[in-house]
């Protein structure tokens, strides 16, 4: 069984778990880091498995406990549990889970598909090496936000956080079969694509751009059109913002940097993720909420607020070091 992330990321390192070892799982459970703990709790009762995969997801403080103590019955029923990503961890937290018997690769140089590629175990009789590359390249380089690689911006299209599971699945099995690109896909890219050019249009009127001891920041309403990232890319390059945070109205925010190590400041939120992707989950007051029905800008106005308050733990982007 495998537990990813909702993302095209998520799909990938799974789908590509699934390739190396040449078999498929019995079920593939995609979550949210943040809901990780709940995920959880629907394989307490698991039986008849001897391995579970753990992609993509990284832990956050408040589900740490749950997780090892999980992760501590899995295993003493017998359940192999590994766990890939590429996300920041405190050491007490690879500690706890190592303690519980999970093996853990972290690996902050690439994306969890680069992980899977780098430490999965290798079953599969032949492997096609330039699929691999090529499905590792193209998804890191959307992921990590670099944008490097010319498929970066067509697979983050690909796989959206509020696909249905049945189109998941779908580019899970195309994609753990070997195939790293099919007209499906294609088809997907143009339709989100179309959509994509009235969401723009749409920024200005739920935006709120701040400034403070030299770092500028930018928060807008999520759109439903427009993949986080790309969001993101086009208010830096419009508005010339160090930080862009991307929130839903119930609290839920992106945070997006080229320079910035915003992980910090995700984690100081209850959230968690890498140096320039990171997110977490902020509680709206009721009063806010309910300024939001006269006032379009009320939500990213008290995110703004609430960021700031904690602008010190924004910093310059550090060098990504290996560990695993």
Not at 266 to 284: P, Q
Request: aromatic share 10%; with cysteine.
């Amino acid at each position: 069984m495998v537990v990813t992330h909702t993302d095209i990321d998520g799909v990938a390192a799974a789908a590509l778990y699934s390739y190396l070892v040449g078999a498929k799982p019995v079920k593939v459970l995609y979550t949210e880091p943040y809901l990780l703990d709940r995920a959880l709790r629907k394989l307490r009762s698991i039986t008849g498995l001897h391995r579970i995969v753990f992609t993509d997801l990284g832990l956050n403080n408040n589900v740490v406990e749950a997780v090892a103590e999980t992760v501590a019955l899995l295993t003493s029923k017998g359940i192999s549990v590994e766990w890939y990503d590429h996300h920041i961890w405190n050491d007490d937290w690879i500690a706890k889970l190592k303690k519980s018997g999970s093996r853990i690769y972290i690996d902050r140089t690439t994306c969890a598909t680069g992980v899977v590629a780098l430490y999965a175990p290798k079953e599969r009789e032949e492997v096609n090496q330039e699929f691999i590359e090529e499905l590792v390249r193209g998804v890191c380089s959307g992921d990590l936000f670099r944008f490097d690689h010319w498929k970066g911006p067509w697979y983050i299209r690909v796989v959206r956080r509020h696909d249905e599971s049945s189109w998941r699945n779908f580019v899970f099995e195309k994609l753990s079969s070997g195939t790293a690109w099919c007209r499906e896909f294609a088809e997907r890219v143009v339709e989100r694509f179309e959509k994509e050019l009235a969401g723009y249009r749409s920024v200005d009127e739920y935006i709120s751009i701040r400034e403070a001891d030299g770092l500028k920041l930018a928060v807008v309403l999520q759109h439903d059109t427009v993949e986080n990232s790309f969001l993101a890319s086009y208010i830096m390059a419009r508005y010339g913002v160090d930080v862009v945070a991307i929130t839903s109205l119930d609290g839920k925010i992106s945070l997006r940097s080229k320079k910035y190590n915003v992980r910090e400041l995700a984690v100081a939120l209850g959230g968690g993720g890498h140096a320039r992707a990171s997110g977490a989950k902020v509680h709206i007051p009721l009063s806010t909420r309910l300024k939001q029905v006269i006032n379009k800008r009320a939500v990213v106005e008290y995110i703004a607020k609430v960021i700031l308050d904690k602008a010190d733990l924004i910093t310059e982007v550090e060098r990504t070091t290996r560990s695993h």
